[in-house]
Structures are given as C-alpha cells and as structure tokens.
C-alpha cells in the first residue's frame, strides 16, 4: 500500500475504512473515478449508496460542491466511527453475557469479578483515580448512567463541583456533554426549534466536537430569520470557530451577532476572547468590559479568560494579562 492510496483515502475522509486505500477493490476503484471527475457506473453508484456513502455519491453525480462534501463526509465518518464503538460496546456486553453463562456455578465469585471488571472499564473510560469508599456508591452510579448515555442529574452535578470535584475528570465532562448534545440534536432534528440546535453546538463544543457543533448551528441558521435567535445562533456558531481556532470567520460571527442584539453580553463575551486570541488586546479587553457592563457575571468573564490564557504561550499570556490589567488594575488583579 503506497502513500498516493492512503492519501486519496484521507482525500475523502474515508481512511477509516480498510478497503479504501487498497488497490484493486470497489471502494479504491470508485475514488479514481471520483478523483479523476469521471463518470460512476450505476452498479458503483448503488454500491456507493448501499454502503452508506452519501456524501462520495452526491459528490460524483454533482450534486455536491466540494465544501458541502467535505461538510457532509466527515458528518459520515463521525457516524461511522460512533457505530463502531457501539458494535464493540455490544460486543464486549455479549462477551459479558456469555460470561455468566458459564459462571453461573459460582455466582459470588462471578459478581466480585464482574464489579472489579466493571470499576477497571470506568475507571479507563472516565479517568478515574482513586475513589474514597464513602463516595464509592455515588460515583459508581453516576458513571454507570453516563456510559448508558444519560447526562448527570442536576443535584450529581453540584456535587461533583464541590464534594465530589477528584472525580469530575475532563473526560467524564466530556462523556457528559456529549450525551445532552446527543439528546439536544435528536430534539432539534425532531422539531426544527432552533433554541435546541443551539443548545446542541454548545455541548458539541463542550464535549470536544466544535466541527459537530458547527455543522449544527449552520443548518439552524439557514432557517431563523428572529433577530435575537439569529444572534444567539451566529453567537454559538462564533464559539465553535473560535473553538476550530478560525478566529477571523469568528469575529465576523460575533459583529453580525452583536449587530443583530446590541444589548446582549453574550457576543461581548465572544468577541472579548477572539480579539485577545487574535492578538488585538486592547479591543479584547474592551469586549469583556462591555459584557459585563451589559450584564454578564463576573466569574463567567474570568472563566472566559482563563480559558484563553491556558490556550495561550507564555508570551501571549504575560501580554493579556497586562493588557487586561492595564484596562482595569482593580477589577483584574487575581491575574
């Protein structure tokens, strides 16, 4: 298999599938075509169609710009690469199954081994370190409900803000925030209101999935035409740019939001971190000054900020923080 193969592959965002930088099979042979702008075959076409690739199929009968394409197939391999996990979390719930079958004999020493296997996989899958036996109950449940795709109760999350703060790892927040935008997307593509699909990109985002969350709040916009839900809209669609760290399309998004709703901080607070990213620190900080002014809560700005200045190099970092002193010693004098 030479690099010309893996990078077509790659080309149309199907290096996750084995076949398609193989040559001589129908999927590798289907790419040539596309790549060489000829024309598919109806058997290709419906070998396209039967296998689930949209997007390559729309893309070869021109129905498809490359943009929207690119769009569309990563779309595609997300779904893929989700199924994937899911077949092999079923795969590894049958092994399960079969298990207790054949331990059925000693069914003691089957559910000590089955809760040390079940603590060894949330443990790996959530980062767990260790957990003192009086929270022991508690945590476990908590996990247990996550990996069955439900976000944590509200009263579980103050706990895990306080309390419980050694077991709230980045990648049960993750875990979390994917299964509300999981939930967020079904309601938004079952009813068209465009609060959920906004709510949707803000967990994407969350969850580490900003082209997710993106995707998202572009097919909202398309369809609101209200003037602060169009704002709210371009405001979360700025974040997942920011997020993608295509800050100049991010700006453009926070103006328009701003334009749209000049007496909402939420574009403020976005145009505050893309300007001090962006390296305009002045502009940056007079963003933040203005959310605040216009009503957003003090900490909220200072996580906003801190977020920037853990993405930032020690340069950058030492130059925000004299930029925002220098705009109000008083009020940012915990930097």
């Known amino acids: 298999m030479n690099s010309s193969n893996t990078d077509l ?8 599938v084995p076949g398609a930088a193989i040559p001589g099979s129908r999927l590798h042979a289907v790419l040539q075509r596309v790549d060489a702008c000829s024309p598919l075959t109806v058997i290709q076409q419906h070998f396209l169609r039967e296998r689930g690739y949209e997007a390559l199929l729309q893309l070869a009968i021109g129905k498809l710009d490359r943009g929207a394409f690119r769009e569309n197939s990563r779309m595609e391999k ?7 996990i899911a077949a092999e979390q079923k795969e590894a719930a049958d092994r399960r199954r079969r298990d207790e079958a054949t331990e059925q004999t000693n069914k003691v020493l089957f559910a000590k081994r089955e809760k040390q296997l079940e603590r060894r996989r949330f443990f790996d899958l959530f980062g767990q370190g260790y957990i003192d036996r009086a929270h022991y109950g508690r945590v476990m449940r908590i996990l247990r409900s996550v990996a069955d795709g439900n976000p944590i109760e509200t009263d579980d999350l103050l706990w895990l803000g306080s309390t419980g703060s050694d077991y709230w790892t980045e990648e049960l927040r993750k875990a979390h925030h994917c299964n509300k935008a999981e939930a ?3 309601a938004w593509h079952h009813t068209n209101d465009v609060w959920q699909a906004i709510n949707a990109c803000a967990h994407w985002r969350k969850a580490g999935c900003a082209e997710t969350g993106l995707a998202i709040a572009e097919q909202a916009l398309s369809q609101v035409t209200d003037k602060k839900m169009r704002s709210a809209a371009l405001t979360t669609r700025g974040g997942a740019q920011r997020d993608l760290q295509r800050y100049n399309e991010a700006k453009l998004s926070g103006d328009e939001a701003h334009d749209l709703a000049p007496t909402d901080f939420r574009p403020c607070t976005l145009l505050g971190a893309v300007h001090m990213k962006m390296g305009d620190l002045i502009a940056g900080a007079d963003w933040f000054a203005k959310a605040e002014a216009l009503g957003a809560d003090q900490e909220s700005i200072d996580r906003e900020i801190r977020s920037v200045l853990a993405a930032a190099t020690r340069g950058e970092r030492k130059r925000m923080k004299e930029a925002l002193k220098s705009r109000d010693p008083h009020r940012y004098s915990w930097l």
Request: hydrophobic share 40%; proline share 0%; aromatic share 16%.
């Open 9 to 16: 592959a790659s080309m149309y965002f199907l290096d996750d």
């Open 78 to 84: 997300e779904r893929r690469l989700k199924a994937k």
């Open 184 to 186: 967020f997307t079904e």
